[in-house]
């Protein structure tokens, strides 16, 4: 196992006391040192926000882009050399509001990229504004009668739309969050990991002690992953009980780049570029003839 | 009248649908096939079916560069094409047509215009046993009053059905001969123009300027394009899709504009030459990652194939109104580069540049071009397109062996006097690093807030944008030195130009033109002198502000004395611009 400081930096991290970005960090970080997965065989994509700036903090590769874009480019970097292991790390309103056509989009094309989203359900590094996550009458700065709009469901969007590992974790449990990290890496195909993660400073519903009372693991409730209809109604508990865990996973189907015939020979970014050759040339210019 | 061979312009006009597209392309290659030089241009609706379209032909034993007004014959397929082309056939041409075609013969015959009625569908129906070769009964009709060889047309229908059978290959030969024949003794005698092939007859390429931009991307080592369809671009998509295979392209077309640019971008920073095309509209929602690419130094080649806007504008016809917002489009300033090719030889070789230019500058390239310049066609000899030539250009890019002997840590954004900062790809255990929309530091650590790296790391890009301009070509000058009249534009109005000025010079107006392809950075050290020396400058535009000209002024001080400009979703024509010039009294 890799020792966990290998993906250290000395970058000082600038999230606010107790921001559950620190777990997802912890959980990243020894998810690939327990898989043996070195910082260059590794690249992150993130957005923008708060938790958009977590691969800043890893010593690893990483392309920090622009809002509700990281799946885009990561999926352009994954076609152009497969090689790399891909995390995207976003927000909810990265990922699922501005970035929510990618988010459709993507899991239509099983790319083997990790999706983590951390889900605050509101919008904190504008300070404070609603999310799409947000629950009906959540009262904001921007939704001061409270939020009209129900909140979007992630888990069950992804099962309808076609991801084929679909899970949630807690930021107030590293550990197990870890382990559906290293699952979703080893998931061959896109992965999703929603991670409940309180803001402290602008969600005072949902908080640490909010989750704690709540959540319990799918695994040890006996939850079969492979059961769509069972995921589908997982996905829709929340409230009294919060299931985090594997909520769905479908192993064995190709991923996007498996499919594509001009990979099979290995990453395009790899191969050498030369002229082409006069018979290439010529055969070029003769369809003009 | 005297028979005037071998320079006339031929229309095909109908509805979507008829084959006017695809009947004119096969009569091109007949013609290209006797040896003569080709421009073709077309217009078509914004629909799948029905309509009003039109594919032109110009003919002549000389090189072309442009269409020009008045058609000598006019092939309608419907009664609209009488209505709406009627007017542009010059005096003494024909107006062909099927005999069973009902229209208003007012509209032609009170001109000079001869009719020529012809039974297309029953030779079609009555030989071929299918009405649809009428258009091949056209087609041999055609050729038979042009009185060029059947069988330049007979090898073209041979080539193009082949694949349908023999069956289907010899009931379109009857149909043509017997058109042919029609044509030929019925209406030859009476029609003045005349196209005869050459005695040589090297090979030729006959092709539009979208094809001749996929063909430079493949050259330069293309290895991945993204794109959303959007005319006029999308047939570069399905042009490197078509060749994806052969040549180790990956090619997706996705959800949108937005993720197209961002594929792009992600597969460029990755190490994959790439590519994507859109139009205004599409580009427009590019802008943010255009952003990005100039932040994090992503090279990124975008061609933005323009119709008139703004918004969805006039989707099938053309205009040259985004230079400005291709200049200046996202927020902040970073270091891009602009290109717009004039022609199709142009075309391949800015291609070629632009991979070049974008992994050399590690910068975001856009090349500008327009409808029109993407959907004409012209014939030009092989040897203008170097496909084996092709210098491959990878800048700064740091190898593997180069990164295993790296002593320092591996720095990203490294300043450097250039501004150019060495590129190693991710996945290499010493050059691990990040890439960064934020302001950062020469690792690519968000570094938003210290002033001294602000100007530290905004000066290494702006030196960059200085420097780039080393690179690029100063503009062309065609025609005489020391001119009374000096045409100055940019891109696809090229050709339109080049033959006003042959025309202008040829009756004792000294005229001469500078064609700019090496838009931005403007380059100021190269173009002054040529800008400066014009006696009379006369900015030449397809656009409704003169565009262009404001650049020039900004750059240079010097204002273009006069503006020819057209907007109405037409291209210019030399005559266009030599009646627009004689309408602003210029004069030499």
């Known amino acids: 196992m890799l020792d966990v400081k290998t993906f250290n930096n000395p970058i000082k991290v600038t999230w606010c006391p107790g921001c559950g970005d620190y777990g997802i960090l912890n959980a990243v970080k020894s998810a690939l040192a327990q898989l043996e997965i070195h910082p260059h065989e590794v690249m992150f994509f993130s957005g923008i926000g708060c938790g958009s700036k977590l691969p800043d903090y890893m010593n690893a590769n990483a392309f920090t882009t622009i809002h509700g874009r990281a799946l885009p480019v990561a999926m352009g970097t994954k076609l152009a050399n497969h090689d790399l292991n891909v995390i995207c790390i976003t927000g909810d309103g990265d990922g699922y509001g501005i970035g929510g056509n990618h988010f459709l989009n993507i899991m239509r094309r099983n790319p083997d990229i990790v999706h983590i989203a951390e889900n605050n359900m509101v919008y904190g590094l504008t300070k404070g504004q609603y999310a799409p996550t947000s629950e009906r009458g959540f009262i904001t700065s921007t939704t001061p009668e409270g939020s009209i709009e129900i909140a979007f469901n992630p888990l069950t969007t992804a099962i309808n739309g076609g991801a084929l590992f679909v899970a949630r974790g807690f930021s107030g449990d590293p550990k197990h969050l870890a382990k559906l990290i290293m699952a979703a890496i080893q998931h061959k195909g896109y992965a999703l990991v929603d991670v409940l993660q309180p803001c402290v400073i602008y969600n005072k519903i949902n908080t640490y002690d909010y989750y704690r009372e709540r959540v319990y693991k799918l695994e040890e409730a006996g939850h079969n992953p492979a059961d769509r209809d069972a995921a589908w109604h997982k996905a829709q508990e929340w409230g009294e009980k919060i299931p985090i865990g594997i909520l769905y996973q479908v192993e064995g189907q190709p991923t996007y780049e498996e499919q594509v015939s001009e990979l099979k020979a290995g990453p395009i970014a790899k191969r050498t570029l030369q002229p082409l050759t006069r018979a290439q040339a010529d055969a070029l210019r003769r369809e003009f003839f | 009248m005297a028979k005037r061979i071998n320079d006339m312009t031929i229309r095909l006009g109908g509805e979507a649908g008829q084959g006017v597209e695809s009947g004119g392309a096969g009569f091109a290659q007949a013609l290209s096939h006797g040896g003569l030089w080709l421009h073709t241009y077309t217009e078509y609706m914004s629909r799948i079916r029905g309509g009003l379209n039109f594919f032109q032909i110009r003919v002549a034993d000389h090189p072309l560069w442009a269409h020009t007004e008045g058609v000598h014959v006019l092939l309608a397929f419907s009664p609209e094409a009488v209505t709406n082309y009627g007017p542009h056939i010059v005096e003494g041409g024909a107006l062909m047509f099927d005999d069973t075609l009902k229209f208003d013969h007012d509209a032609v015959t009170r001109r000079n215009v001869q009719l020529f009625s012809m039974p297309l569908t029953k030779i079609a129906q009555d030989l071929g046993g299918n009405k649809i070769m009428a258009n091949t009964c056209g087609l041999g009709a055609l050729a038979g009053i042009i009185e060029y060889p059947f069988e330049f047309v007979a090898d073209v229908i041979r080539r193009n059905f082949m694949r349908k059978g023999d069956a289907v290959v010899q ?49 330069a080592g293309c290895r991945f394009m993204s794109g959303y369809p959007m005319t006029p671009a999308s047939s570069i998509l399905e042009y490197i899709a078509s060749h994806a295979k052969k040549f180790d392209i990956v090619v997706k077309q996705t959800e949108d504009e937005i993720a197209a640019i961002l594929f792009a971008i992600g597969a460029g920073n990755a190490g994959a030459r790439a590519l994507t095309a859109t139009s205004g509209g599409g580009f427009s929602l590019m802008v943010e990652a255009l952003g990005l690419a100039g932040m994090a130094e992503v090279p990124v080649v975008i061609v933005e194939a323009q119709r008139p806007g703004p918004s969805t504008g006039m989707p099938t016809k053309t205009e040259q109104g985004d230079l400005l917002f291709a200049l200046f489009a996202s927020q902040g300033e970073f270091p891009r580069i602009v290109l717009a090719p004039g022609t199709q030889e142009e075309c391949f070789h ?33 040897t203008e397109f170097p496909i084996e030539r092709v210098q491959i250009d990878r800048g700064e890019l740091l190898t593997a062996e180069q990164l295993d002997r790296l002593g320092e840590p591996y720095l990203r954004y490294r300043d450097t006097p250039s501004g150019i900062s060495p ?5 290499h255990p010493k050059a691990v690093h990040q890439a960064c929309s934020d302001e950062h530091d020469e690792y690519g650590h968000f570094e938003d807030e210290d002033p001294a790296n602000r100007l530290k790391m905004a000066g290494k890009r702006w030196r960059k944008f200085q420097n780039i301009v080393e690179d690029l070509h100063e503009p062309t000058l065609y025609g005489p030195e020391g001119a009374g009249i000096t045409l100055m534009g940019w891109g696809s109005t090229y050709g339109a ?31 002054t002198p040529l800008i400066e020396a014009a006696r009379q400058l006369v900015a030449v535009e397809g656009n409704q502000s003169g565009q262009f000209a404001h650049l020039v002024r900004a750059m240079t001080g010097r204002r273009a004395d006069r503006m020819i400009l057209r907007w109405d979703g037409r291209p ?17």
């Open chain 2, 171 to 219: 009931g379109n030969l009857k149909v043509a001969e017997e058109g042919y024949k029609v044509g030929r003794d019925k209406y030859a005698g009476s029609f003045d123009w005349k196209v005869s092939p050459l005695g040589e007859r090297p090979d030729r390429m006959l092709l539009n300027g979208n094809q001749a931009i996929g063909m430079g991307a493949v050259a």
């Open chain 2, 350 to 382: 800015t291609a070629v540049r632009a991979f070049n230019l974008a992994e050399k500058w590690q910068c975001p390239v856009i090349v500008m071009t327009e409808f029109y310049l993407t959907t004409m066609m012209r014939t030009l000899m092989p």
């Open chain 2, 423 to 427: 590129r190693a790809l991710p996945g």
């Open chain 2, 497 to 527: 130009m080049r033959e006003a000025v042959d025309l202008l010079n040829a009756s004792g107006t000294r005229t001469n033109l500078l064609h700019f392809v090496d838009i931005w950075p403007f380059p100021e050290a190269k173009a």
């Open chain 2, 572 to 588: 210019l024509s030399p005559e266009y611009i030599i009646e627009k010039l004689e309408e602003a009294k210029v004069h030499a």
